[in-house]
């Protein structure tokens, strides 16, 4: 018998749904899916396709800030208080209206369930006990944020584009509750949100599906579904490209974008983030907590190799805290690899014959051969480093516990203001464990209060080029005595089938949206 097979070409390519779209990538680092705890780079992007904000930004000016949720505001006479007015007419996913109940909820919510990420709102000095004081509803569709200075209008507007500004369905959230949990434990792994998708399901290190949002206020999305499936392997995300099996390989390596360029049938697109590759050394480690072992560690880094070999083409070497593109970024690069200029520093601090340390490092191949890299490189100067691989979370988790030594991280703005990464590179307005606000400088024990108050200053500062100097000066100050080994800054590249167009990438990651993509 004859059968369609026998004619099917030997090359034949298999073919997505036409109506899915379906992404390979590494999501391991998804922690939880509630807007009031993401703070990682997959559950970002994830959320600002599921919600909505009450601002944006256009991702090509980020200067140009809109509403979104939000049809207007009011700022006072005193520059305090914010009077927010909510569009008329828009639904959350489950068909409830979005009013200003909405979003007093969802930000006196973050607040008072206090993650990470809450410190974006508490640094207008919002606390548990005064949010409902200061944030608050004055009719259907208005609603006060009252701070307690007369913060930079555009800070304010910014930090309102972050995940904790992402407005949730108070009335289906409330629906969940447990023990006063805020439905935090039914919206860590569920879906409450107004964007052009929906979550429907998240499999950890496995998938998550999402479809889309007939109730969605804006263009209706080409994709009726979304998929990201959990593939770390860049050789394996190739050959599914290739194959045809995903639209947009998302976790590639250098060797695998080479070999794809010619590919006819695949398209390479690239954007500069705002993310920084780092290391972070504990000041609980006796050998990390001397000034002369953490400038040692800086002269370690082969930085020009890195980049231009197991990193070739995803990142630009950049050693100073603020991404290219922000206000008051240093461009001056100070550090390369000098064994001897090491050395000397290791002697200085007692330690001729170095020491031995650990380095908790996200096991994808990227990260893993940075980190073998520094490994050969440390032994040079004397330092026996030992690399303890793990997923995401389980390296984000003991991060956060500051129970590791060195930790290999990358960091992405929260939102498009300096302060942002002031805000968590230099400032740590209190060093103990159960301390309230938890930035890196934090989680690296890294005690600074002279530094904090410089950072406090600037955040008030209202003329930009005084401000983008006061910057300039913690960036210095940063560079020359901070546990932080600032190494590079990304480029995110993307490879996708040839019919799949409209794939956006953004500053941030939950800038890069895929709501207009069509094949």
Not at 118 to 128: C, E, M, Y
Not at 228 to 236: K, L
Not at 245 to 253: C, E, S, W
């Amino acid at each position: 018998m004859c059968t369609a097979a026998a004619f099917t070409p030997f090359k034949a390519v298999a073919e997505t749904p036409a109506d899915t779209l379906i992404q390979a990538w590494a999501i391991d680092d998804i922690i939880s899916l509630d807007p009031a705890e993401v703070f990682e780079f997959t559950a970002s992007e994830l959320l600002g396709n599921t919600y909505q904000g009450l601002v944006g930004y256009d991702v090509k000016d980020v200067s140009k800030i809109f509403g979104v949720i939000a049809e207007k505001w009011d700022i006072s006479e005193d520059g305090k208080t914010f009077t927010f007015t909510i569009r008329d007419g828009m639904k959350f996913a489950s068909g409830n209206p979005i009013t200003a109940e909405d979003a007093v909820y969802t930000l006196q919510r973050v607040v008072k369930l206090d993650k990470s990420p809450a410190f974006i709102l508490t640094q207008f000095g919002f606390t548990p006990d005064n949010v409902e004081e200061k944030i608050r509803k004055t009719g259907d569709m208005t609603f006060e944020f009252e701070m307690d200075n007369n913060y930079a209008p555009t800070l304010v507007l910014y930090c309102l584009t972050a995940t904790v500004g992402f407005v949730v369905d108070s009335e289906l959230v409330k629906s969940h509750e447990a023990d006063g949990d805020f439905g935090y434990n039914w919206l860590k792994t569920n879906y409450a949100g107004s964007g052009a998708f929906s979550i429907r399901e998240w499999r950890a290190n496995e998938v998550v599906a999402m479809d889309r949002n007939d109730n969605y206020s804006g263009d209706v999305p080409p994709m009726a579904h979304a998929i990201y499936r959990h593939i770390p392997e860049a050789s394996t995300e190739r050959l599914l490209l290739e194959k045809g099996d995903i639209d947009i390989a998302r976790k590639l390596g250098p060797d695998e974008i080479q070999a794809l360029a010619d590919n006819p049938d695949i398209a390479i697109d690239k954007g500069v983030k705002g993310s920084i590759y780092y290391l972070g050394l504990n000041q609980k480690n006796e050998y990390l907590a001397k000034p002369e072992v953490r400038q040692a560690l800086k002269f370690l880094v082969d930085y020009d190799t890195i980049a231009d070999t197991i990193m070739k083409g995803m990142v630009i070497k950049h050693q100073a805290f603020l991404p290219l593109g922000f206000l008051g970024v240093l461009e001056d690069n100070p550090f390369s690899l000098n064994v001897e200029k090491a050395k000397e520093l290791l002697a200085q601090a007692g330690l001729p014959d170095g020491f031995s340390v650990t380095m908790d490092t996200r096991n994808t191949p990227d990260i893993t051969a940075m980190a073998q890299a520094m490994q050969q490189t440390f032994a040079e100067a004397g330092i026996k480093l030992e690399i303890i691989p793990g997923d995401g979370k389980q390296t984000l988790t003991k991060y956060r516990a500051r129970t590791h030594d060195i930790y290999i991280g990358r960091w992405g703005p929260d939102y498009q203001d300096p302060h942002t990464n002031a805000d968590t590179f230099a400032r740590n307005p209190d060093n103990s464990d159960d301390a309230a606000s938890k930035p890196l400088a934090w989680r690296n024990a890294w005690d600074i209060p002279e530094m904090t108050k410089k950072a406090d200053a600037a955040v008030l500062e209202s003329d930009a080029g005084k401000r983008a100097e006061m910057y300039k000066e913690l960036q210095k100050e940063s560079q020359e005595t901070s546990p932080f080994v600032i190494m590079f800054q990304e480029i995110e590249v993307i490879a996708r089938r040839k019919n799949v167009e409209g794939f956006i990438i953004g500053p941030s990651f939950n800038d890069n949206s895929f709501k207009a993509v069509t094949k």
